[in-house]
């Protein structure tokens, strides 16, 4: 597609439930990557891909977190079992790959959760 | 590990008024180095970048020079518009994995 593109847009979900968020990069780029927005929080890492395999999980805040990404391209963020804590938006990225140091990193226009 | 400063708190500033916002870092070797942009409602956008030391990155009238004695990226712009007003991030990135690093974003906002 012509850039980075992110369903649900919006999502309320009560607390304990589990939700599925999707990522489908920018075609032909093998680099993707996971980032969540909060108040106070600023931007933080959660997970990248490189292809199909995920090297740097370290940035998941808990087990509840988990993220596949299948074929390499369209790639899922999974919140088990929800909590208030988890309320933000969370952002989906491409590039190239993550090889080449100052690939531009294209952003979705992120999934609003709120956690109620 | 990599991580970037960004000024603490909002800026106010009048139409036509001069914008510098201050970015600094730390990292070992050399970084690429960037500025997004996140306009009210809309996703974060690249603003421009420089990939190594003495580079400038420019875009939309906005400048900045990878500094490497100083470790900064300031970013600014001669004469700001009302549609100057977003918040802007400075970033990093360095190393195999291109993951960036941000700061923690500064809110500008422009008064006719």
């Known amino acids: 597609g012509a850039g980075v593109s992110q369903s649900p847009s919006n999502k309320v979900t009560e607390k304990g439930k589990d939700v599925e968020l999707r990522c489908d990069p920018i075609s032909g780029h093998t680099a993707l990557y996971w980032y969540r927005q909060s108040l106070g929080q600023g931007l933080e890492f959660l997970i990248y891909?490189?292809?199909?395999?995920?090297?740097?999980k370290s940035g998941l805040p808990s087990d509840r977190f988990s993220a596949e990404r299948t074929g390499g391209s369209v790639s899922t963020l999974t919140i088990q079992r929800t909590q208030q804590e988890d309320s933000a938006v969370y952002l989906c990225?491409?590039?190239?790959?993550?090889?080449?140091?100052?690939?531009?990193?294209?952003f979705g226009e992120g999934s609003w959760l709120t956690v109620v | 590990g990599n991580s970037v400063t960004q000024m603490e708190g909002p800026v106010t500033l009048s139409e036509e008024a001069f914008l510098t916002i201050n970015c600094t870092y730390t990292a070992t070797g050399y970084p690429s180095l960037f500025w997004y942009v996140q306009y009210p409602g809309e996703g974060l956008q690249l603003l421009l970048k420089a990939t190594k030391a003495d580079d400038k990155g420019s875009n939309k009238g906005f400048e900045a020079t990878y500094r490497k004695e100083t470790t900064s990226f300031h970013l600014e712009k001669g004469s700001v518009q009302v549609s100057d007003s977003a918040v802007y991030f400075c970033a990093l990135t360095q190393g195999g994995n291109n993951r960036l690093a941000f700061g923690k974003g500064n809110q500008v906002v422009v008064i006719p």
């Open positions: 891909f490189q292809g199909n395999s995920a090297p740097d």
């Open positions: 990225a491409s590039s190239l790959d993550t090889t080449t140091s100052g690939n531009t990193i294209y």
